[in-house]
């Protein structure tokens, strides 16, 4: 996996990245219009493909219904640049969509997806991942003094990640992994070993 071909390939989000990474994986509201105002997901339609850039947003489940609903031919979801989310229970949400519509994710070649980002990769019946492309995790944080270090191992917001997980076929290890590996303003990137490790990919 080449972070750096990543990177270089997603120079024009970098400023929205940091912009995300500042606030971990929740933002203020104020942040969030920010945010969204700069970089609003994008969803292109090329055949049974349809393509994803930006970040995500409350209305995620309404943009993927609606794309669905004009594109009933779609059958793959082509993450290009999703660099995190402004709203992670949308995010989720967006993700179990997917997976009831039996929908596959597939992480573009040198592309990249962060934080919120790989929670929806995960809603995949099938989840693929391009050569030289970027899987991003970090701790969560609710864009105030909680960030999820701070919380007993169990609280009752741990347990709705957790279940995500495993309702996606993820081992819950990926999760407590995740909060380890770099803290809410940083970006940790798995390596392809890792990826195989916590079955992020399914082929």
Not at 20 to 45: D, F, R, Y
Not at 136 to 156: E, F, I, M, N, Y
Not at 177 to 182: E, I, K, V
């Amino acid at each position: 996996m080449n972070t750096k071909i990543s990177f270089l390939h997603s120079a024009k989000w970098l400023p929205v990245l940091l912009s995300v990474l500042i606030s971990g994986c929740a933002l203020s509201p104020e942040k969030k219009e920010s945010v969204q105002s700069s970089a609003e997901l994008t969803i292109e339609v090329e055949g049974n493909s349809a393509y994803l850039s930006g970040v995500l947003g409350a209305d995620l489940v309404k943009q993927l219904s609606d794309m669905v609903r004009k594109n009933p031919n779609v059958t793959d979801l082509v993450l290009v640049d999703v660099p995190g989310s402004v709203d992670q229970q949308a995010t989720m949400e967006g993700a179990r969509l997917i997976r009831r519509l039996g929908l596959n994710t597939h992480i573009a070649p040198t592309g990249y997806v962060l934080s919120g980002g790989v929670d929806l990769f995960l809603g995949g019946v099938t989840r693929s991942i391009g050569a030289g492309a970027g899987v991003g995790v970090h701790s969560w944080s609710d864009g105030t003094r909680v960030v999820a270090k701070s919380l007993s191992v169990t609280d009752p917001v741990h347990a709705a990640y957790v279940n995500f997980y495993l309702e996606m076929g993820v081992t819950e290890r990926f999760y407590w992994f995740s909060l380890d590996a770099a803290p809410a303003d940083r970006v940790y990137f798995l390596s392809p070993e890792e990826v195989y490790d916590f079955q992020l990919a399914t082929e």
